[in-house]
């Protein structure tokens, strides 16, 4: 007969073999998020459960912060979202960019608190378009430094999304969405919360990238200012070279 700890090893094992398995199958988490937000639309009293409600966050649902950005309120105002979504989505997996997977991770809370904190006269909140235009942004500033025209492309996607938020600011507006044919009620402080967190994550790699350039050249310097001190002309060097000026 099996003892308890022979069973807790076994079970150890099983959970590590599953575990392992499960990191091999290749999920796509913008697919995740699109079907997720697809399933919420249709299955009946999913929304009233998962929107942001103020009231209800308030009270202890600290949930809906996060599910709400699942919630929408027409069938084109899912497609555009999901669209948007899915297209800044796949290109940057389509690139092995780790560091999207923790954007839309991070970005739903960090958008709802925002909310929660920024717009105290607002009730109720849905859709993915902050989550959009986070993945938006973050692939806009991740292509600055590459090649053109796909540097002048995240340029214009770059202009696009502050016009776009700039325009519904004012006036209260949401562009290309609908509901019912009525316009929705626009939440700019979402977008430009979206795009935030964008360059939160950004940030931090381009930052590397800029010290890792500038460190070599540092080095170079001092190599030449060592040689110098010594009366050793490098080899890269002429005799003209201003470094021996």
């Not at 555009?80 to 954007?103: H, K, T």
Request: aromatic share 8%.
């Amino acid at each position: 007969m099996r003892t308890l700890a022979q069973a807790r090893t076994g079970a150890v094992g099983a959970a590590r073999g599953l575990s392992a398995w499960l990191r091999r199958i290749p999920v796509s988490p913008t697919l995740a998020a699109i079907l997720a937000a697809a399933l919420v639309f249709v299955l009946p009293g999913a929304q009233p459960a998962l929107i942001y409600d103020r009231e209800a966050i308030l009270a202890g649902e600290v949930w809906r912060l996060i599910t709400g950005h699942w919630v929408h309120f027409s069938g084109r105002h899912l497609a555009l979202d999901l669209f948007v979504l899915g297209m800044a989505g796949m290109i940057l997996e389509s690139r092995a960019d780790a560091r999207w997977r923790l954007l839309l991770w991070l970005t739903p809370g960090f958008i709802g608190l925002g909310l929660l904190l920024g717009e105290p006269r607002m009730s109720f909140y849905g859709g993915l378009s902050g989550v959009a235009t986070a993945a938006v942004v973050y692939l806009a500033l991740s292509g600055l430094r590459e090649r053109s025209p796909w540097r002048w492309i995240c340029l214009a996607a770059l202009f696009i999304v502050a016009a776009k938020a700039a325009l519904e600011w004012q006036t209260g507006q949401a562009r290309f969405a609908r509901a019912n044919g009525e316009a929705f009620v626009a939440v700019p402080l979402s977008h430009l919360l979206g795009a935030l967190c964008a360059a939160i994550v950004w940030w931090p790699a381009e930052l590397r990238r800029t010290v890792d350039g500038i460190l070599p050249r540092i080095s170079l310097c001092e190599k030449l200012k060592c040689a110098q001190g010594r009366g050793v002309r490098p080899r890269c060097l002429k005799p003209g070279d201003s470094s021996f000026s």
